[in-house]
């Protein structure tokens, strides 16, 4: 099994870009997609990246993936950063036996 | 428009059972695997079991191994999470999901095991 490492906590001012990490323990980070889920206060979880870099419709494009393998990372890069924007942010990814998740990233917009 | 419902938590003594069910609607049920995913009160996403579109192949995470089964009936839309022998670290939101890439979720239901 492997991990999906994430930092703790992030905080930005409202207009600028930030970006959250996201390492994998083990194996390579291109060999399965990464998701990236946005969950407020109170709601479910909702996808803003799949398939590492993919927006689905609705999603702004002030939202961005990518991976790099070399790392073994991925990333999520939020630009032009709203006070809406302020929640918790998880990645995800998977192998052929289990379904991991991040442990999740505290985004403060302030 | 994609809908999934989650019902049947509630609160349960230890070592008690519980089956959770999650309606969906609004997409072709039958085409995608399905997920159960679950959040301890203010804990991060941890996934439970997933189950493929025909309900052949089924996976657990070892912390619910032997305790839980999943399952769907694809001529009701449902899926279901069957939990046995709870406990109290078993206490959080269930969620239902979409999907390999689970893009959709449900609103949750929320399972507390106490006594």
């Known amino acids: 099994n492997f991990m999906l490492t994430q930092p703790h906590s992030v905080s930005e001012s409202p207009g600028k870009t930030v970006t959250i990490s996201c390492t994998r323990s083990s194996g390579s980070v291109a060999s399965n997609y990464v998701q990236w889920y946005q969950q407020r206060p109170g709601s479910a979880p909702t996808t803003v990246i799949f398939?590492?870099?993919?927006?689905p419709s609705g999603v702004p494009d002030r939202f961005s993936g990518s991976i790099d393998s070399s790392y073994k990372s991925a990333s999520l890069t939020i630009s032009g950063l709203k006070t809406e924007d302020e929640a918790d942010y998880y990645c995800q990814s998977y192998d052929s036996s289990n379904v991991v998740f991040g442990g999740g990233t505290k985004l403060t917009v302030l | 428009e994609v809908h999934l419902v989650e019902s049947g938590g509630g609160l349960v003594q230890p070592g008690g059972s519980l089956r959770l069910s999650c309606a969906a609607s609004g997409f072709t049920f039958i085409s995608y695997w399905m997920h159960w995913v679950r959040q301890a009160p203010g804990k991060g996403l941890v996934w439970v079991s997933r189950?493929?579109?025909?309900?052949?192949?089924?996976t657990y995470a070892d912390s619910v191994k032997g305790r839980f089964t999943i399952s769907r009936d694809n001529a009701r839309n449902t899926l279901y999470l069957q939990m046995n022998s709870l406990r109290a670290e078993d206490t959080a939101v269930y969620y239902c999901?979409?999907?390999?890439?689970?893009?959709?979720w449900g609103q949750g239901t929320l399972v507390t095991v106490s006594s």
């Open positions: 398939e590492d870099n993919q927006r």
């Open positions: 999901a979409k999907g390999i890439g689970l893009d959709y």
């Open positions: 189950i493929n579109s025909d309900g052949s192949s089924t």
